[in-house]
């Protein structure tokens, strides 16, 4: 098949630059279906990106206004990689969206070549856009209800719970297949590491108010009090740094928290985190929780926030689950994973064991079952 994958965001290279799951999930199935197929990645400019790009067996065409990673804002450059990348004509017999901005390209793409239009959802955000990402949220609102409006010939949910939401938006139970994302197990595996040496917590996540990483540092405070040296790492950027680096502060945790940035290479992320003694995951909007499966495979527990699509995502295996915005209960489950051996020797256990039923090869043949079903 000739299969196009809109995305907003795509790696520049073979490093692997990836700051979030649908860039992820993105990557790894173009990875895997470029094996059999003629796969190209259609994608924002990012600064320092080329144009035009062909690596690992697929292409990548980097459209619209050049522009800097960003979860919000850049409308005029958002606008443009619409307008742009709807006017492509190519020789496709399949287009899958991946996320908002990229839906209505997809959909352009398929009507005006005429082959069948796949929305790959991760999340649906209708009726919650202002409440996760402010006043802004009103374009979100629009535009979701301009996709979902759309007759698409299938939707890939990544979780149960995203099916789900996507049911109750009214669309069909038949149009719907679940496939979550996956995880390549071999490069965690083969990556070597020793652990930090003191007490180590690490948090991969964009720096958004809905991630709450406001609690985690509230959560580190109280821990600090029962372990003095404990150590933050926090890889990732965005609008809420400045503010979070502020509360550190105010908290006394200059010399126990430190924010990493973007990390441009997805090995060195693997090895932070597997040097780490455990991960946390304190956001209360996700659709899947890819760095849960990331933990798992780098054998390090996680504390995370009871939230329903992490708990289908980890089967409570791995891990232990904190109330949402809770952040005592947050450092109480902490404390349970850096201190205790025997919870720990669990988690890695059933983590190990879990995270192998996501490997991408078996992921990526259901969702080219999919695509080969709307062919007929």
């Not at 994958?5 to 990875?31: D, L, M, Q, W």
């Not at 287009?95 to 070549?113: C, H, K, L, M, T």
């Not at 059933?350 to 062919?375: L, M, R, T």
């Amino acid at each position: 098949m000739r299969i196009a994958i809109v995305t907003e965001f795509f790696p520049k290279s073979e490093k692997v630059e990836i700051r979030g799951g649908v860039e992820a999930r993105a990557f790894h199935v173009a990875k895997q279906l470029a094996k059999t197929h003629d796969v190209t990645v259609i994608t924002t400019r990012e600064h320092g990106a080329r144009k035009k790009d062909e690596f690992l067996g697929f292409e990548v065409l980097r459209l619209g206004r050049e522009r800097r990673y960003s979860q919000k804002g850049s409308l005029i450059e958002r606008l443009s990689f619409v307008m742009e990348g709807g006017k492509i004509t190519g020789k496709f017999d399949v287009v899958d969206g991946y996320n908002f901005v990229s839906y209505p390209v997809a959909w352009e793409i398929a009507q005006r070549n005429k082959v069948p239009a796949i929305a790959t959802y991760h999340e649906v955000w209708l009726g919650k856009w202002i409440e996760n990402i402010g006043v802004g949220g009103v374009l979100g609102e629009l535009l979701e209800r301009y996709v979902l409006g759309r007759n698409w010939d299938k939707f890939i949910a990544v979780s149960r719970f995203t099916g789900e939401k996507l049911r109750e938006r009214g669309i069909s139970g038949r149009k719907i297949e679940v496939i979550p994302n996956g995880i390549e197990t071999r490069e965690y595996q083969k990556t070597r590491v020793e652990k930090f040496p003191l007490p180590t917590i690490c948090c991969i996540s964009r720096l958004v108010e809905y991630k709450h990483v406001d609690d985690l540092l509230k959560a580190v405070a109280i821990v600090k009090k029962d372990i003095p040296d404990v150590a933050c790492k926090i890889i990732g950027g965005g609008p809420e740094e400045k503010h979070l680096k502020s509360l550190a502060t105010r908290l006394g945790l200059q010399k126990n928290v430190e924010f990493l940035g973007f990390v441009e290479e997805h090995k060195e992320v693997v090895k932070i985190l597997k040097a780490s003694h455990a991960f946390c995951l304190p956001s209360v909007v996700e659709g899947f929780g890819m760095v849960l499966l990331e933990a798992m495979a780098s054998q390090v527990p996680y504390v995370a926030s009871e939230i329903e699509p992490l708990i289908e995502t980890t089967g409570r295996k791995g891990g232990l689950f904190f109330k949402p915005r809770d952040h005592r209960d947050f450092a109480d489950k902490l404390l349970q994973i850096l201190k205790d051996r025997n919870v720990q020797k669990k988690c890695v256990k059933e983590g190990s064991q879990h995270v192998q039923n996501y490997a991408w090869g078996s992921i990526v043949e259901k969702i080219e079952e999919v695509y080969e079903s709307c062919q007929r």
